[in-house]
């Protein structure tokens, strides 16, 4: 069954570090998605991506987070200069098409920033 | 602006018993209710969604969820619940009213089945 896999499973990284979270989204779907949750709490919404632009983005989505889709698979968060508060689980997730269909996520990436 | 509650942190249910997690949602035009569950240290599962038709739907691994518009609501049930059934669970809306397609979560509601 196809699946959305994130590389890596974790991360530890420096405050003030830049951090690259990477995902493969499901081959056919077109809308991408990261979320994050902070301890096993609320999933959060950050930004979605459609036809190669971010189509949605939430405040928590501010200028040091980036997302890219480098060539026809990959798609990545990245984050300039991380803070203490970033540390959560990053999910991504893909879905074939939009509002009416469900989001598949990835196992996530959990980041840990020092 | 839309919103999901799932009023209650923790459910305790004994193997066997039926089991329901609630979940009310608001939003400004029409819902696509969506559950997913979570394992410890896993990613969210798709269970099921409600976006148009019968009110009842049915999901994977023996659960269902009843679309009920005028209480705003989305309850999670299952007729017999089973321990591998402990876990996570996470009601999320989608507002067809916004046009927007990402999913707003609940707060979450962790399923404790007792043997």
């Known amino acids: 069954e196809p699946e959305v896999t994130q590389t890596p499973s974790h991360q530890v990284t420096q405050m003030g570090q830049e951090v690259i979270l990477r995902c493969v989204p499901i081959s056919n779907h077109l809308y991408f998605y990261w979320y994050r949750q902070i301890l096993g709490q609320k999933v959060e919404f950050l930004v979605s991506f459609y036809n190669n632009e971010i189509s949605e983005k939430s405040e928590i989505f501010d200028d040091q987070f980036s997302v890219e889709r480098p060539d026809g698979s990959n798609f990545t968060l990245k984050i300039r200069s991380t803070k203490l508060e970033d540390s959560a689980m990053y999910f991504c997730?893909?879905?074939?098409?939009?509002?009416?269909?469900?989001?598949?996520f990835g196992q996530g990436t959990r980041l840990t920033v020092v | 602006a839309q919103s999901v509650a799932q009023p209650e942190d923790q459910v305790n249910v004994a193997e066997g018993n039926p089991l329901t997690v609630k979940c009310t949602y608001s939003v400004s035009g029409n819902p696509y209710l969506f559950w997913y569950v979570q394992y410890p240290n896993r990613g969210l599962q798709f269970l099921l969604k409600?976006?148009?038709?019968?009110?009842l739907v049915k999901g994977s691994y023996g659960f269902e969820a009843e679309f009920n518009k005028s209480q705003t609501s989305f309850h999670l049930k299952k007729p017999s619940a089973l321990v591998s059934d402990s876990a996570l669970y996470f009601c999320a809306v989608r507002d067809e009213g916004t046009g927007a397609n990402n999913l707003f979560f609940g707060t979450g509601t962790r399923l404790t089945v007792i043997p």
């Open positions: 409600y976006i148009t038709g019968d009110n």
């Open positions: 997730a893909s879905s074939e098409r939009g509002r009416s269909t469900e989001a598949f």
